[in-house]
Each structure stands twice: as C-alpha cells, then as structure tokens.
C-alpha cells in the first residue's frame, strides 16, 4: 500500500527557490511513476509533473516548464521537485501522487495520493 507524505513547503520571496520531497512510507514505490500537482485557493488540482518509475521519463505542465524538475530516488523511496524562479502564481498546496492511469494529467487517473505541502510565495 502506497503511504505518501510530503514535506519542503513554505514562504519563499519571488525569485526565489524550494525543493519538495514526498516520503513512501508505505514501500510500495519503487515500481510506480509518480507525480506532482498543486491546488490554489478558488482553482482545480492541476498537473506539475510526472516521472516514469526508473525516472528516464519525466513531464511537465506547461506553467512550470524550464522552472521545475521532477527526480527521484527509489533507494530512498522518495521524489523530489525542485522548483526555482518560484512567482506569486506558483502558490498552492502541492501533492506528490502514484499510480496513475490513463492520461496522467487528470487528478481522477491517479489513485494515491499525500496529504499535501503549502507553498506561499510572497514578498
């Protein structure tokens, strides 16, 4: 059973950079691709990232791209979103998902999901 517990968020100035971890604690990861949304006030979940399960694979939406990257390390059991030149509309709570299918970019593809990390970023 996938346990998934994310951890990195915070207050972060515009310009400036944060990485996310999301914790297996369930052992189930090694095998599954992963991914990352994020919800802010008032919107729908919406797509961040995904990897693959080796972590060759990986994807992004296209409000991020060239700004995140998704890696992982499956030793650790852990994913990982590093997110640089962080903007006001890059505040939401981010959830770290697994076991996706289908497109991989609707929430309702993926079955498991973490209870999510607040990312303000603010002057």
């Known amino acids: 059973q996938v346990q998934l517990v994310e951890s990195g968020g915070g207050l972060v100035q515009p310009g400036g950079s944060l990485r996310l971890s999301c914790t297996d604690s369930?052992?189930?990861?090694?095998?599954?691709?992963m991914g990352w949304f994020r919800q802010a006030p008032g919107k729908e979940r919406e797509f961040v990232a995904s990897t693959s399960w080796t972590g060759s694979s990986t994807f992004y939406g296209d409000s991020v791209k060239g700004r995140f990257t998704i890696s992982r390390d499956n030793a650790k059991g852990t994913i990982y979103l590093q997110m640089n030149n962080l903007q006001a509309e890059d505040t939401a709570v981010y959830y770290c998902?697994?076991?996706?299918?289908?497109?991989?970019?609707?929430?309702?593809?993926?079955?498991?999901w973490g209870q999510g990390t607040l990312v303000t970023v603010s002057s």
């Open positions: 369930g052992r189930s990861f090694s095998r599954l691709p």
């Open positions: 998902a697994a076991d996706p299918e289908g497109s991989w970019l609707d929430p309702a593809d993926w079955s498991s």
